[in-house]
């Protein structure tokens, strides 16, 4: 028995051995697995940051140029730049200067400094309109490279754009010039890293590097389309290139928001995919050429798509059509525009923006909402700069006052139009709704913007002449079980459309 028990308990520690080896064996595999993902992890990283932009850098530099402007300055009279407007050393200051005769000092030039990029051997030139606007002389200095003397010319403007803040340059050159090409903006992704070249605040040729931080954003003009970066851009930055990693311009560096001039990492590149078709257009023609429908429009509101019956908020409302190319083909004031040239339409920026890329004389297909249904009407585009030329010194009809036989109904004080108050508004003979006088802060057509003064043309998109019109409308945007009823309010001249609900 002694010896039975002797083989059971031997084997017994023969398999605990077993068991640790494999205890241990299993440790260290994983032990290896993890060891071997921290390397992969290190490896993958190192790929992803790069060992340098060096080599990126010193391909593009030779693109990117500094430019300096001169312009004439008139002499300027009294204290100005000495001291404050309004200073009380102001008056001591101009008796200064009065005794010294510099009230009528000769004219000076003045500097500034930008950056632009070459985008072909020939010598043009892409910058911002206001790095060059109303220079006498502009000055181009190209990137010097390793030994090499820097090597001025002067340039020409070929065209400009105020509205995309973009200029064209020329210069004449011994022989072909190193250039860059544009790139997709559209294809740029937020957190895509980015390479920013220029000549901030005159330090001449300087890069910074950072990432695309947000895409499609508006500043203040309709054809906006900027580029967010954190990638520092400083003054004299302005018109100089914005890179992606293929050395490709994806932005043209226009602006910054700081609340001290200088760089918060905040800068703003206009989206390349915009540039490419105003330089093409200043190129070939010295000057754009947009489309141009015709129409005034407005974003639709949640509570406008109930009022009209749409399923959703989307599309742009007409709230007026002038004279012109809308007008003739048969859009009218109420329609929502769906889809423009086969593209659907978000909104009203994104249909200015597309009316505006499309080419002057296409034949387009518009498809609107109009009672109820859809209808697609074909517009032959005209050409925007041509009809604002027609447009300027045009005078606007003035906001007014009031009118008799008052009655207040959602939250207005409003009567009808009479010949007296049409003399009194300075509008038209055949001019028909119903004038507000009187608004109640505390309704929401206050909040929405309505005012003594306006006139209430239509409601429910139909004409409104009298009281009992509008109670009519009313009403039957009630029975159709709507909650809100779309006025057409027009201020100045200018149209507009406003819900108002119909639970009050």
Do not use: C
Request: hydrophobic share 40%; glycine share 12%.
């Amino acid at each position: 028995m002694s010896t039975r028990r002797a083989e059971v308990q031997a084997k017994a520690r023969s398999i605990s051995v077993r068991r640790d080896d494999v205890s241990v064996m299993v440790r260290m595999m994983w032990l290896a697995f993890v060891g071997m993902l921290f390397v992969l992890a290190q490896t993958i990283a190192a790929h992803a940051r790069g060992e340098s932009l060096a080599p990126l850098a010193e391909q593009i530099s030779p693109a990117v140029v500094n430019i300096t402007t001169s312009t004439l300055v008139e002499g300027q009279t009294g204290p100005q730049g000495i001291v404050p407007e309004g200073s009380p050393f102001e008056d001591f200051f101009r008796e200064f200067q009065d005794r010294n005769g510099d009230d009528n000092r000769p004219p000076r030039r003045s500097n500034a400094l930008g950056s632009g990029f070459v985008i072909s051997e020939d010598g043009y030139i892409v910058t911002n309109n206001h790095v060059i606007a109303e220079a006498d002389e502009i000055l181009v200095e190209f990137f010097p490279g390793d030994g090499q003397p820097v090597k001025e010319l002067p340039a020409k403007v070929i065209g400009t754009d105020e509205k995309t803040d973009i200029a064209l340059l020329k210069v004449e050159a011994t022989g072909p010039l190193k250039y860059v090409q544009f790139g997709n903006s559209d294809t740029a992704r937020v957190g895509d890293w980015v390479i920013a070249m220029g000549n901030p605040l005159g330090q001449g040729f300087s890069v910074s590097a950072g990432i695309v931080s947000a895409r499609n954003r508006a500043l203040s003009g309709s054809y906006d389309d900027y580029i967010q970066t954190d990638a520092a851009i400083n003054r004299g930055n302005s018109g100089g290139p914005l890179f992606n990693m293929n050395g490709e311009v994806i932005g043209v560096n226009t602006a910054i928001l700081s609340p001290n001039g200088g760089s918060i990492g905040i800068g703003f590149s206009m989206a390349s995919n915009v540039v490419t078709k105003v330089v093409d257009q200043l190129r070939e023609f010295g000057e754009t050429r947009r489309g141009w429908l015709g129409v005034r429009i407005q974003d639709v509101t949640e509570d406008m798509a109930e009022a009209m019956g749409l399923d959703k908020p989307g599309g742009a409302l007409v709230s007026d059509v002038p004279d012109g190319p809308a007008k003739d083909a048969g859009l009218l004031a109420g329609d929502v525009i769906l889809s423009f040239d086969g593209v659907e339409v978000e909104d009203t920026r994104g249909l200015v923006r597309q009316v505006g890329e499309t080419t002057v004389g296409k034949s387009v297909r518009v498809v609107v909402h109009r009672d109820g249904g859809t209808q697609t009407v074909l517009v032959t585009l005209g050409r925007r700069e041509d009809a604002e030329r027609e447009e300027e010194g045009e005078a606007e009809a003035t906001d007014e006052e009031q009118g008799a036989e008052d009655t207040d109904i959602l939250g207005l004080t409003i009567s009808p139009l009479t010949d007296a108050l049409r003399s009194e508004m300075g509008l038209d003979d055949d001019a028909e709704g119903l004038v507000v006088s009187n608004v109640d802060e505390a309704s929401e057509a206050y909040s929405k913007g309505l005012r003594a003064g306006d006139l209430i043309t239509e409601a429910g998109q139909q004409k409104v002449t009298s009281i009992e019109d509008l109670e009519a409308r009313m009403e039957e945007a009630r029975e159709a079980g709507r909650k809100s009823l779309l006025l057409l309010v027009r201020r100045g001249g200018e149209p507009r459309f406003v819900a108002l609900s119909l639970e009050q």
